[in-house]
């Protein structure tokens, strides 16, 4: 297996987080910013953005993972819900990488369900020519090609979350 070579290094996705951050900051100001990290991919980018917004907020986190039956169908399972009560805040969903869109479109539904006074989605990567489902997204870190890619909290096989950089899998016999 080779994951050494970085695909987006740590000074691109400081740079990015920066732009995100004032984006955020920006459209957040006077609101009632509740920010959602969705665990695990997404606790490293969660933790550096959130640092960065220059407006209060409160945290939450959602812990799911997707089961994939078939090319075409997942199986979401919540593992941790939100604790904090959403009526009247502005939610800010943070994902590590959209993929075929179907894990946060299930969130985003839930998430509705309960009624904030906005949501809003950011993710750091994005596959876009792997969207099965059609779901709005905000605020966009990367638009990726169709490759599996580890670090910076994105695993392979739970490993590798803790390169600081993200790299392109290659699974070498
Ligand atoms: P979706 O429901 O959009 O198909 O899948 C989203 C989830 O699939 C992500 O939160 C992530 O856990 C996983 N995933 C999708 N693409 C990749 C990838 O390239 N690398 C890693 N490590 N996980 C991925």
Redesign the pocket.
Known sequence: MVVGTPFLTVEQIQKKNRELADMISADYRGKNLLAVG?LK?AFIFFSDLVRLIRVPLTIDFIIAS?YLKAETS?EIKVHYHLREDISGKDVLLV??????????NYLRERILNAQPRSLKICTFLN?KERREVDVPIDYVGFEIPN????GYG???DNKYRNLPYISIFKNIA
């Not at 994902?95 to 946060?104: A, F, K, N, P, S």
């Not at 490759?147 to 580890?150: E, L, S």
């Open positions: 969705i991919g997707s997942g994902e590590d990488i959209v993929d075929t869109g179907i894990t946060l596959k490759k599996f890619v580890v994105l695993d392979y």
